[in-house]
DNA sequence: CATCAGAATGTAATATTATAACCTAAACTG
DNA sequence: CAGTTTAGGTTATAATATTACATTCTGATG
């Protein structure tokens, strides 16, 4: 994991790296990261909680950009197609990826008290891919773990 | 894996097993397994594809039973409770437990283009969920994992 | 049996999340 | 610049899920 979002850390950090990220690959792949895909990347890495897409729009409407659900699941389904961001199907909400360009099994904890996510390094997946593979004989092609429980803060809190 | 769902079988016993074991639990329990919950019970098991909510609907109003989102969400969410049905978060959409009666981590692989569901072994989960404790200091309470891609005979059609 | 409390269900309305369809504007391509 | 592709605007609607409150059923108790 290449971050442990329960200590506390420079989080503008965190967003500049996202979005230095987010160009760099775009311009590797020839797509355009556009002001509202910039900003929604931006909206999405604003804190370590997983944000809804209607969470956005009243964001987006403030900044003037235009709001309406096409526009931010439009942004949202690019950002998730380049792997910057993830979808916490839990949750029905998004979170942005700490290594994003190389696709990879995707692995979340989610505190079920502040919502906080942090992403977890999946290799041990890895594993349980390749024997559904072997002894099914199915083809995986993607995959998702979420893990729900509560982070050190909230342990303490109750 | 208690057993492999691409494989040919008696599907009835799959049903009859369901219910059966779900019938012990809420004895065990000392809760009630009413008309409306068994019949949801039944029509989720009727094949091995994870169905939603509103596909239930029509089938319970067919045979009589009251058929309004609330019903049929309070039967899934006491199956739920019980262990008996599983949620798949990426589908929107419930499918039966394999194993019910011990709460476990979940584990399923879905054919995204049949979309039959197979419940894996997830024994090997745990230790995700040992490492982020052990590292993050969270307390990890539930899991699922959900695994996408082609069936074997999805494969050959393609 | 009569009564009561809790559990389960009925019913109407509404909230939340996501997509379809169709049109316009901007950006690359040669 | 003309043609093509990509992105965005707009309206409507689909799909999923919950709230709130009234009613009925069930099992326990006196
Ligand atoms: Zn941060
Ligand atoms: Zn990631
Ligand atoms: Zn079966
Ligand atoms: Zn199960």
Redesign the pocket.
Known sequence: MTQNVYKSHDHHACIDSAVAEARRLCDEKG??L????QRVLELVWDNHKPV????LLPKLAEEG??S????V???L??LLDLGLVH?INSL??FIGCNHPGHSHPTCFFVCRECGMAQELDATPLNEIARQAEQQLGVRVEQQMTELMGLCPRCQKAS
């Open positions: 797509v355009r556009t002001p509202v895909r809804g897409a209607y969470d950009f235009n309406a659900p096409p526009t699941y439009r942004a389904d690019f979808r029905n909400a």
